[in-house]
């Protein structure tokens, strides 16, 4: 999640510091990450991380994988307001090596109104946002994982509005998250992310910015081999003030049809996954909130 000060544009184009704080503080808080099926289980996944969505999740769960993995989740509408755009993995896990690795691409292109210049001009701010992910996890015994992921963030931020030369800006840097996966027994297993362990600093139009550290815990519970139900804190050492911080899920698994249902911090989610294929297809509704935003994904198994 990304902090922001105080924006100041050229050429008499300036925005409100409080009003740009909190519209840029709330657009991430809002944003429902990635992955159809995760989502759709109330965006509860860390506990879970037993496919390529793990990549995002928890890189530590890629020690699951049975086969390499790839995968594509697209966010049908609000992609201006919303949701991560695009996400894209692949990755596989050798048990020769005890090693599993993977690749991954994230985009995110937001773009809305953030406030008024002194003429009463209505000022849009362009905020694109890419991911480059390396994700590396290996077991340390037979129930306990440790993975992480070196992300390259390229950071674009541009203010434009009728009249005015528009001002931008863009900065690259480095983001490290460090996870944990632990298999209790067979129904229960745990995982925590700590996102942005490295708290990456950038500076974007003359301002300092940075992403808080975001320490995920994250349960699963498989009642049957159809049936299971997860849980996750966002944000559990409350860097960021929210009202609501519990993601809870479920999905129940009949023939080659899987329901999946969660709260993601009190908005409701829905999805379904169609199996039996050679390959699964994903879909996610995100209500309340969320905007009642649409997600497919796809996972195809190599």
Not at 40 to 51: N, P, R, V
Not at 119 to 136: A, E
Not at 220 to 233: E, G, H, K, M, P
Request: proline share 3%; charged share 20%.
């Amino acid at each position: 999640m990304l902090q922001i000060g105080v924006v100041s544009l050229e050429n008499k184009l300036i925005i409100a510091i409080l009003l740009v704080s909190l519209v840029v503080v709330h657009s991430n808080v809002a944003s429902a990450c990635v992955g159809a099926r995760p989502l759709a289980m109330g965006a509860s996944f860390i506990g879970l991380a037993d496919d390529i969505n793990a990549v995002y999740w928890n890189p530590a769960g890629l020690v699951q994988l049975e086969n390499t993995e790839i995968t594509w989740t697209r966010t049908l509408n609000n992609r201006d307001i919303i949701n991560y755009d695009d996400f894209l993995a692949v990755g596989t896990y050798d048990p020769k090596s005890g090693l599993a690795y993977a690749v991954g691409y994230i985009n995110i292109a937001d773009y809305y109104p953030v406030g008024y210049t002194d003429d009463f001009s209505l000022v849009y701010q362009d905020n694109k946002i890419r991911w480059f992910i390396c994700s590396l996890a290996t077991k340390l015994n037979e129930q306990l994982s440790i993975g992480g992921n070196i992300r390259l963030m390229d950071f674009g931020l541009r203010y434009e509005t009728e009249g005015y030369w528009p001002v931008a800006d863009s900065a690259t840097f480095m983001g490290v998250d460090l996870s944990f996966f632990y298999q209790a027994n067979e129904q229960l297993s745990l995982g925590l992310l700590i996102q942005d362990f490295n708290r990456p600093k950038f500076k974007v139009l003359g301002q300092d910015l940075y992403y808080i550290r975001n320490v995920r815990p994250g349960i699963a519970y498989r009642f049957t081999n159809s049936f299971l139900i997860t849980a996750s804190i966002y944000d559990l050492l409350e860097e960021v003030e929210m009202d609501n911080r519990f993601r809870v899920g479920m999905e129940v698994e009949v023939e080659n049809i899987r329901i999946r249902a969660g709260l993601d911090r009190g908005n409701m989610t829905l999805g379904l996954g169609i199996t039996g294929l050679y390959f699964v297809i994903d879909y996610a509704l995100l209500g309340d909130d969320l905007g009642d935003t649409h997600m497919l994904g796809v996972i195809i198994p190599l």
